[in-house]
DNA sequence: CGGAATCCTTGTAGATACTG
DNA sequence: CAGTATCTACAAGGATTCCG
Protein backbone atom coordinates (compact mmCIF):
# COMPACT_ATOMS: atom_id res chain seq x y z
CA UNK A 1 0.00 0.00 0.00
CA UNK A 2 1.14 3.36 0.40
CA UNK A 3 1.22 4.07 -2.91
CA UNK A 4 2.72 7.87 -4.26
CA UNK A 5 0.58 10.30 -4.98
CA UNK A 6 1.20 11.77 -8.77
CA UNK A 7 -0.25 14.99 -9.41
CA UNK A 8 -3.48 13.94 -11.42
CA UNK A 9 -4.97 12.07 -7.81
CA UNK A 10 -4.31 15.06 -6.23
CA UNK A 11 -5.90 17.64 -8.77
CA UNK A 12 -8.73 15.07 -8.18
CA UNK A 13 -9.24 14.99 -4.68
CA UNK A 14 -9.01 18.50 -4.82
CA UNK A 15 -12.21 18.56 -6.70
CA UNK A 16 -13.64 16.38 -4.25
CA UNK A 17 -12.69 18.80 -1.39
CA UNK A 18 -14.43 21.72 -2.66
CA UNK A 19 -18.14 20.77 -1.50
CA UNK A 20 -16.39 19.44 1.98
CA UNK A 21 -15.21 23.27 2.65
CA UNK A 22 -18.61 24.35 1.83
CA UNK A 23 -19.96 22.41 4.89
CA UNK A 24 -17.07 23.28 6.90
CA UNK A 25 -17.12 26.90 6.53
CA UNK A 26 -21.08 26.41 7.84
CA UNK A 27 -20.22 24.48 10.16
CA UNK A 28 -16.92 25.73 11.28
CA UNK A 29 -17.59 28.39 13.44
CA UNK A 30 -17.38 28.21 16.81
CA UNK A 31 -20.91 27.70 17.81
CA UNK A 32 -23.28 26.70 14.43
CA UNK A 33 -22.64 22.90 15.95
CA UNK A 34 -23.59 23.53 19.40
CA UNK A 35 -26.64 25.38 18.15
CA UNK A 36 -27.70 22.17 15.80
CA UNK A 37 -27.03 19.64 18.63
CA UNK A 38 -28.74 21.75 20.83
CA UNK A 39 -32.03 22.32 18.78
CA UNK A 40 -32.05 18.63 17.36
CA UNK A 41 -34.35 17.81 20.18
CA UNK A 42 -37.47 19.41 18.83
CA UNK A 43 -38.04 23.78 18.68
CA UNK A 44 -36.39 25.39 21.49
CA UNK A 45 -36.56 29.64 22.14
CA UNK A 46 -34.04 32.01 21.94
CA UNK A 47 -33.09 32.16 25.74
CA UNK A 48 -33.15 28.61 26.32
CA UNK A 49 -30.30 28.35 23.98
CA UNK A 50 -28.31 31.19 25.74
CA UNK A 51 -28.46 29.30 28.65
CA UNK A 52 -28.09 25.94 27.36
CA UNK A 53 -24.69 26.92 25.08
CA UNK A 54 -22.43 27.88 27.81
CA UNK A 55 -20.49 30.81 26.89
CA UNK A 56 -22.12 31.88 23.73
CA UNK A 57 -23.23 35.82 23.84
CA UNK A 58 -25.87 36.96 22.64
CA UNK A 59 -24.79 38.86 19.62
CA UNK A 60 -22.92 35.12 18.26
CA UNK A 61 -26.17 33.57 19.10
CA UNK A 62 -28.11 35.81 17.02
CA UNK A 63 -25.32 35.91 14.31
CA UNK A 64 -25.38 32.35 14.19
CA UNK A 65 -28.76 31.49 13.81
CA UNK A 66 -29.11 33.84 11.22
CA UNK A 67 -26.87 32.14 9.03
CA UNK A 68 -28.54 28.98 9.73
CA UNK A 69 -32.02 30.19 9.13
CA UNK A 70 -30.51 31.61 5.80
CA UNK A 71 -29.18 28.33 4.52
CA UNK A 72 -32.08 26.86 5.28
CA UNK A 73 -30.74 24.82 8.29
CA UNK A 74 -32.86 26.05 11.04
CA UNK A 75 -37.00 28.05 10.93
CA UNK A 76 -37.49 31.20 13.08
CA UNK A 77 -41.10 30.96 14.16
CA UNK A 78 -42.20 34.63 15.73
CA UNK A 79 -44.98 34.07 18.52
CA UNK A 80 -46.49 37.80 18.40
CA UNK A 81 -47.55 37.41 22.44
CA UNK A 82 -46.85 39.85 25.20
CA UNK A 83 -43.46 38.48 26.00
CA UNK A 84 -42.01 37.91 22.60
CA UNK A 85 -41.32 34.26 21.78
CA UNK A 86 -38.95 33.18 19.22
CA UNK A 87 -38.86 29.04 18.53
CA UNK A 88 -36.19 27.75 16.19
CA UNK A 89 -36.30 24.27 14.81
CA UNK A 90 -34.58 22.28 12.71
CA UNK A 91 -35.35 21.47 9.55
CA UNK A 92 -34.85 18.06 7.93
CA UNK A 93 -31.75 18.82 6.05
CA UNK A 94 -30.35 19.98 9.17
CA UNK A 95 -31.14 16.75 11.18
CA UNK A 96 -29.75 14.74 8.52
CA UNK A 97 -26.60 17.28 9.03
CA UNK A 98 -27.12 16.30 12.60
CA UNK A 99 -27.07 12.75 12.30
CA UNK A 100 -23.51 12.66 10.20
CA UNK A 101 -22.19 15.06 12.53
CA UNK A 102 -22.75 12.40 14.81
CA UNK A 103 -20.16 10.19 13.04
CA UNK A 104 -17.61 12.77 13.85
CA UNK A 105 -18.56 12.65 17.71
CA UNK A 106 -17.83 9.03 17.43
CA UNK A 107 -14.29 9.62 15.98
CA UNK A 108 -13.39 12.09 18.66
CA UNK A 109 -14.67 10.03 21.72
CA UNK A 110 -12.79 6.93 19.80
CA UNK A 111 -9.29 8.68 19.56
CA UNK A 112 -9.25 11.96 21.94
CA UNK A 113 -6.85 9.97 23.94
CA UNK A 114 -5.03 9.21 21.18
CA UNK A 115 -4.70 12.99 19.91
CA UNK A 116 -3.97 14.17 23.83
CA UNK A 117 -0.92 11.80 23.89
CA UNK A 118 0.02 12.54 20.45
CA UNK A 119 -0.09 16.50 21.54
CA UNK A 120 1.90 16.04 24.78
CA UNK A 121 4.28 13.51 23.28
CA UNK A 122 5.27 16.54 20.26
CA UNK A 123 5.10 19.22 22.61
CA UNK A 124 8.07 17.25 25.41
CA UNK A 125 9.92 16.46 22.13
CA UNK A 126 10.04 20.48 20.73
CA UNK A 127 8.76 23.17 23.55
CA UNK A 128 12.37 22.17 25.67
CA UNK A 129 14.12 24.51 23.80
CA UNK A 130 12.55 27.08 25.91
CA UNK A 131 13.39 25.69 29.23
CA UNK A 132 17.54 25.91 28.35
CA UNK A 133 17.53 29.32 26.90
CA UNK B 1 -42.66 14.54 17.05
CA UNK B 2 -40.82 17.84 17.57
CA UNK B 3 -40.92 16.99 21.59
CA UNK B 4 -40.22 20.30 23.46
CA UNK B 5 -36.77 20.82 24.95
CA UNK B 6 -36.40 20.57 28.15
CA UNK B 7 -33.30 22.21 30.15
CA UNK B 8 -32.52 18.75 30.84
CA UNK B 9 -31.83 17.29 27.37
CA UNK B 10 -30.26 20.73 26.55
CA UNK B 11 -27.78 20.24 29.07
CA UNK B 12 -27.44 16.66 28.19
CA UNK B 13 -26.50 17.56 24.35
CA UNK B 14 -24.15 20.59 25.36
CA UNK B 15 -21.91 17.48 27.06
CA UNK B 16 -21.98 15.61 23.71
CA UNK B 17 -21.19 18.52 21.84
CA UNK B 18 -17.83 18.87 23.30
CA UNK B 19 -16.18 15.86 21.25
CA UNK B 20 -17.36 17.49 18.71
CA UNK B 21 -15.43 21.00 19.56
CA UNK B 22 -12.52 19.06 19.31
CA UNK B 23 -13.09 17.31 16.07
CA UNK B 24 -14.07 20.67 14.63
CA UNK B 25 -11.33 22.62 16.09
CA UNK B 26 -8.53 20.62 14.18
CA UNK B 27 -10.39 20.05 11.30
CA UNK B 28 -12.10 23.65 10.83
CA UNK B 29 -8.90 25.30 9.55
CA UNK B 30 -9.15 26.49 6.13
CA UNK B 31 -6.34 23.88 5.18
CA UNK B 32 -6.75 20.97 7.32
CA UNK B 33 -8.91 19.08 5.68
CA UNK B 34 -7.49 19.93 1.83
CA UNK B 35 -4.31 18.51 3.17
CA UNK B 36 -6.56 15.56 4.60
CA UNK B 37 -7.68 14.71 1.52
CA UNK B 38 -4.58 15.11 -0.56
CA UNK B 39 -2.32 13.20 1.73
CA UNK B 40 -5.34 10.30 1.63
CA UNK B 41 -4.25 8.59 -1.52
CA UNK B 42 -0.23 8.07 0.50
CA UNK B 43 2.79 9.63 0.92
CA UNK B 44 3.37 12.97 -0.46
CA UNK B 45 5.56 15.56 -0.45
CA UNK B 46 5.97 19.32 0.63
CA UNK B 47 5.86 21.01 -2.53
CA UNK B 48 3.53 18.39 -4.01
CA UNK B 49 1.15 19.41 -1.32
CA UNK B 50 1.92 22.99 -1.87
CA UNK B 51 1.20 22.86 -5.46
CA UNK B 52 -1.64 20.68 -5.20
CA UNK B 53 -3.94 22.63 -3.06
CA UNK B 54 -4.05 25.80 -4.93
CA UNK B 55 -4.14 28.84 -2.96
CA UNK B 56 -2.44 27.77 0.12
CA UNK B 57 1.20 29.57 1.39
CA UNK B 58 3.78 28.47 2.31
CA UNK B 59 3.43 29.54 5.34
CA UNK B 60 0.17 27.94 6.22
CA UNK B 61 0.97 24.70 4.87
CA UNK B 62 3.85 24.40 7.13
CA UNK B 63 1.74 25.55 9.87
CA UNK B 64 -1.06 23.09 9.40
CA UNK B 65 0.96 20.17 8.98
CA UNK B 66 2.40 20.87 12.01
CA UNK B 67 -0.57 20.64 13.77
CA UNK B 68 -1.55 17.75 12.07
CA UNK B 69 1.70 16.38 12.92
CA UNK B 70 1.24 17.47 16.66
CA UNK B 71 -1.88 15.73 16.57
CA UNK B 72 -0.45 12.34 15.27
CA UNK B 73 -2.93 12.63 12.28
CA UNK B 74 0.50 13.20 10.22
CA UNK B 75 3.77 11.43 10.16
CA UNK B 76 6.70 13.62 9.22
CA UNK B 77 9.51 11.48 7.02
CA UNK B 78 13.09 13.09 6.55
CA UNK B 79 15.01 12.02 3.91
CA UNK B 80 18.46 13.26 4.23
CA UNK B 81 19.37 13.44 0.53
CA UNK B 82 21.03 15.94 -1.42
CA UNK B 83 17.74 18.20 -2.19
CA UNK B 84 15.86 17.61 0.63
CA UNK B 85 13.10 15.44 0.85
CA UNK B 86 10.20 15.58 3.32
CA UNK B 87 7.15 13.18 2.94
CA UNK B 88 4.27 13.24 4.64
CA UNK B 89 1.88 10.59 5.33
CA UNK B 90 -1.47 10.28 6.99
CA UNK B 91 -1.79 8.33 10.33
CA UNK B 92 -4.60 5.09 10.51
CA UNK B 93 -6.36 7.80 12.99
CA UNK B 94 -6.13 10.28 10.34
CA UNK B 95 -7.57 8.14 7.31
CA UNK B 96 -10.94 6.61 10.06
CA UNK B 97 -11.43 11.17 9.90
CA UNK B 98 -10.84 11.04 6.59
CA UNK B 99 -13.46 8.62 5.81
CA UNK B 100 -15.92 10.19 8.13
CA UNK B 101 -15.35 13.33 6.44
CA UNK B 102 -16.65 11.44 3.35
CA UNK B 103 -20.48 11.45 4.76
CA UNK B 104 -20.24 15.11 4.81
CA UNK B 105 -18.71 15.34 1.43
CA UNK B 106 -22.12 13.18 0.66
CA UNK B 107 -24.34 15.66 2.36
CA UNK B 108 -22.72 19.10 0.90
CA UNK B 109 -23.50 17.25 -2.39
CA UNK B 110 -26.78 16.33 -1.72
CA UNK B 111 -27.71 19.57 0.04
CA UNK B 112 -25.66 22.02 -1.97
CA UNK B 113 -28.67 22.77 -4.55
CA UNK B 114 -31.17 22.91 -1.44
CA UNK B 115 -29.08 25.24 0.51
CA UNK B 116 -28.07 27.56 -2.50
CA UNK B 117 -32.11 28.22 -3.26
CA UNK B 118 -32.61 28.99 0.80
CA UNK B 119 -30.15 31.50 0.77
CA UNK B 120 -31.09 33.23 -2.66
CA UNK B 121 -34.58 33.06 -1.05
CA UNK B 122 -33.33 34.84 1.75
CA UNK B 123 -31.55 37.07 0.33
CA UNK B 124 -34.20 38.01 -1.45
CA UNK B 125 -36.49 38.38 1.37
CA UNK B 126 -33.73 40.68 3.17
CA UNK B 127 -31.96 42.44 0.99
CA UNK B 128 -34.27 44.86 -0.56
CA UNK B 129 -34.38 46.99 2.02
CA UNK B 130 -31.28 48.36 0.62
CA UNK B 131 -32.87 48.92 -2.63
CA UNK B 132 -35.56 50.94 -1.69
CA UNK B 133 -33.42 53.28 1.07
C1' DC C 1 -37.92 38.52 25.37
C1' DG C 2 -35.25 38.88 21.33
C1' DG C 3 -32.74 41.15 19.08
C1' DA C 4 -29.72 45.27 16.54
C1' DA C 5 -25.81 48.49 16.88
C1' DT C 6 -21.38 49.70 18.46
C1' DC C 7 -16.65 49.07 19.93
C1' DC C 8 -12.59 46.46 20.82
C1' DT C 9 -9.53 42.27 21.01
C1' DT C 10 -7.78 38.32 18.98
C1' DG C 11 -6.79 34.55 15.83
C1' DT C 12 -6.24 33.19 11.16
C1' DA C 13 -4.21 33.85 7.13
C1' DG C 14 -1.74 36.41 3.17
C1' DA C 15 2.65 38.41 1.30
C1' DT C 16 7.34 38.68 1.35
C1' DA C 17 12.00 37.66 2.25
C1' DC C 18 15.62 34.89 4.15
C1' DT C 19 18.06 30.09 5.39
C1' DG C 20 19.95 25.12 5.88
C1' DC D 1 13.54 21.59 -1.46
C1' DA D 2 11.56 22.67 2.69
C1' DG D 3 11.14 25.35 5.61
C1' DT D 4 11.43 29.99 9.19
C1' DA D 5 10.68 34.89 10.34
C1' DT D 6 8.30 39.19 10.14
C1' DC D 7 4.89 42.21 9.19
C1' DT D 8 0.24 43.18 7.95
C1' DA D 9 -4.91 42.75 7.26
C1' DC D 10 -9.10 41.19 7.86
C1' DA D 11 -12.89 38.75 9.88
C1' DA D 12 -14.59 36.12 13.92
C1' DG D 13 -15.83 36.74 18.18
C1' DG D 14 -16.48 39.05 23.10
C1' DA D 15 -18.54 42.85 25.85
C1' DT D 16 -21.64 46.28 26.28
C1' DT D 17 -25.51 49.11 25.30
C1' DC D 18 -29.89 50.37 23.29
C1' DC D 19 -34.59 49.21 21.18
C1' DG D 20 -39.44 47.07 19.85
Redesign the pocket.
Known sequence: MSQRNTGVTVQAVNAQACPVREVLDRV????SVQILVAAAQGPI????L?RGIE????????????NLERDGLVT?T?HATV??????ELTPVALELHQTLQRLTDWAENNRVYIAEARATYDAEHQPELLDA
Open positions: AGKWRFTEEGISRRMLTLTLRRVPPKVEY
